[in-house]
């Protein structure tokens, strides 16, 4: 910050920083080091530009982490009234009318969530239920950003405790499942079978029944390679399948549903797969 760079050298080093990040890494990029810097308004314009940019399924994982990883330390910056921050990030995801600002929100939303499931700090005023309704606006639109945003937020926010109830819980369920089976494509559809398993278990999932996708042979063959093959997603695919199978039926006995559970990895042995296993011992 104590060197005053030209505008286009500064915006390729900037660019170049957060490229050459993946996902997982970009807290130890210095991104978060550049909010207080004098180069914060030309950070915004970057994230925000690849944002609108991105059209593959990686690029948009990747503006899509750096997006929430900076619009919430931006959020926070200067203030300490966490509550405050999460409550204009809330009015942003459920009343703004412009879908890069909803999903710029929404994204902050997840990175804070995120802090919370991984310091195992209480969720706090990100567990409202107005939250809740514009996450599930979200997820039921068209944009393609915008359902993965808000699936994204979901999951982290139920990896965290967050736990919806009546029936907004019901339509959160089917929400995410249509974004998994039916609205995204490629890599994105795993976070909407990440949303899915995460979220506490539907009392009845009519809505679910009423679309055809489980009853698709292929579909659920497809679905099972990718929850269990070699190539397995990380995101809870196996959960999501499984309890899609309990909710929905399937060809798979409860023995072999059973056998598929026992293989699920440690890292989604959380409050996820511990509904699972509730349910599945239930028969």
Request: aromatic share 8%.
């Amino acid at each position: 910050d104590g060197v005053k760079l030209r505008r286009e050298d500064a915006a390729r080093a900037i660019q170049t920083l957060l490229e050459s990040s993946r996902t997982s890494s970009l807290r130890s990029s210095g991104l978060q080091g550049l909010v207080a810097s004098q180069y914060a308004d030309l950070t915004s314009e970057i994230v925000e530009d690849q944002w609108r940019r991105s059209r593959s399924a990686e690029n948009t994982l990747l503006w899509g982490g750096a997006s929430g990883l900076w619009m919430s330390s931006r959020a926070q910056f200067g203030i300490d009234d966490e509550t405050a921050v999460v409550s204009d990030l809330t009015d942003r995801v459920v009343a703004s009318r412009d879908h890069a600002e909803r999903e710029h929100s929404t994204l902050a939303i997840m990175d804070l969530a995120y802090t919370c499931a991984i310091e195992r700090r209480p969720l706090g005023a990100l567990g409202g239920a107005s939250l809740g309704r514009g996450l599930l606006e979200m997820m039921r639109s068209a944009r393609q950003k915008s359902v993965f945003s808000a699936c994204w937020a979901a999951a982290w926010m139920c990896q965290a405790g967050w736990s919806p109830r009546g029936q907004l819980l019901e339509e959160l369920n089917d929400a995410a499942f249509s974004a998994w089976t039916e609205v995204l494509k490629g890599e994105l559809r795993t976070f909407g079978a990440w949303a899915f398993a995460e979220l506490p278990w539907p009392r009845s999932p009519d809505e679910m029944r009423a679309r055809d996708t489980w009853g698709r042979a292929e579909f659920v063959e497809r679905e099972r390679k990718r929850a269990f093959g070699p190539d397995r997603s990380p995101r809870n695919m196996g959960v999501a399948f499984l309890k899609a199978h309990v909710l929905l039926g399937g060809p798979m006995t409860q023995d072999e549903m059973e056998l598929l559970a026992s293989e699920l990895p440690p890292t989604v042995n959380g409050r996820a797969g511990r509904r699972l296993q509730r349910r599945l011992r239930q028969g």
